[in-house]
């Protein structure tokens, strides 16, 4: 394949749903990609967004991909199609993006991956939350020795208004019986700690355990315990069907929309958004700690000296999705390997699917 040098690459999309709204706010950011075509098999979906970003819409993404000339691949479907959009790219010899999770199964995931290696294309793994600039700015921070040895690091989310606020992502997410949930649960959100995680702190993962839900069952509470090779512990704790234990004054001014508001085509662009309960991550060390809020664009440092916060790039959620994109157009023009290649998915996947060993 001959990858333009100067003119901006075309991508095609497969999948057209939310997320597919905070790619192509990314690819807004960025001139050297150029959104071409996208497919989805929803009609009225796929009209409404091909008319608001100018691409040409299909129904079919094989017969976009056969009509279009095509520099690579974005595949922002639901994870059961992801596997057969992969290999429809990888064997028409299109580099391809990938978002999480990467597939369903360990299995699907080898073909994914086996499909890109023998057609000679990267297949790059969506890892956003490695793009967040307050995530970026601890790890940069943690790898100085700001906070010492790592010992910990945790995320909770945990309710919503009880069980009538819990909303399943359906058989078309996630097939029932098997893993799944809430977008707020370990199978859809939890997949990008225990990829950040480890990255935070530059370790492999050595052991994991826990409960997931179950798609299509009654609500439980979600659990994962990490065990790092290194020596930190990770745990990440979900639960969509209760209520919050938040006061008012522990929320935070976020310098992003939410993702809401990003699906509705609003609060791009503004900031001092008040939100009641900002997703964190906490990260505690031997000399100090970090709170990373990191879709509200904030992170503070705790040491012995006392409470700072560091400044971060002002590019808030969802610019990490146009960050992510310009590192998959670097690799594509240098030639070279995915910088987030699928094995990190595929190492993801496997983390999370500890909770689910009978």
């Known amino acids: 394949m001959t990858v333009p040098r100067t003119e901006p690459l075309a991508v095609g999309l497969i999948g057209l749903g939310n997320v597919a709204l905070a790619h192509l706010e990314g690819y807004r950011q960025l001139t050297e990609i150029r959104v071409v075509a996208g497919a989805d098999p929803r009609a009225e979906r796929t009209t409404e967004m091909a008319a608001r970003f100018g691409f040409r819409g299909y129904l079919d993404y094989q017969e976009m991909l056969e009509r279009e000339r095509l520099d690579l ?8 199609t992801h596997p057969a959009a992969v290999i429809a790219a990888a064997r028409r010899r299109l580099p391809v993006l990938c978002e999480k999770p990467l597939a369903l199964t360990l299995a699907d995931a080898d073909l994914m991956i086996a499909a890109c290696r023998s057609a000679g294309v990267p297949l790059f793994y969506a890892a956003s939350y490695r793009f967040l600039e307050p995530v970026v700015k601890a790890r940069e921070l ?3 020795g700001a906070i010492g040895e790592v010992r910990l690091l945790l995320e909770t989310m945990i309710g919503t208004t009880g069980p009538s606020g819990y909303h399943d992502m359906g058989p078309h997410h996630y097939p029932p019986g098997g893993p799944g ?5 370990l199978m859809d959100h939890g997949i990008h700690l225990v990829d950040v995680f480890g990255w935070l702190i530059g370790s492999e993962v050595e052991s994991a355990t826990g409960a997931g839900q179950i798609s299509g069952e009654a609500p439980r509470p979600e659990h994962l315990t990490i065990r790092f090779r ?4 990770g745990h990440l704790i979900y639960d969509d069907a209760t209520w919050p234990a938040d006061l008012p004054a522990e929320g935070a001014f976020s310098w992003a929309p ?6 509705a085509g609003q609060g791009i662009g503004r900031g001092g958004i008040w939100q009641q309960h900002p997703g964190s991550i906490r990260v505690h060390g031997t000399l100090g700690s970090l709170r990373i809020f990191h879709y509200a664009n904030q992170l503070f440092l705790r040491t012995a000296r006392g409470i700072e916060q560091i400044r971060v790039a002002d590019r808030p959620m969802p610019a990490q999705f146009a960050a992510e994109l310009a590192s998959f157009a670097a690799s594509i023009r240098a030639g070279g390997p995915a910088a987030v290649p699928g094995e990190v998915g595929r190492a993801a996947l496997a983390t999370v699917l500890a909770a689910y060993s009978r």
């Open 73 to 80: 691949v974005s595949v922002l479907s639901t994870v059961a």
């Open 142 to 144: 943690i790898q100085a």
């Open 181 to 185: 949930g809430s977008g707020n649960g």
């Open 230 to 233: 290194s020596g930190a512990v």
């Open 258 to 263: 939410t993702w809401d508001e990003v699906a």
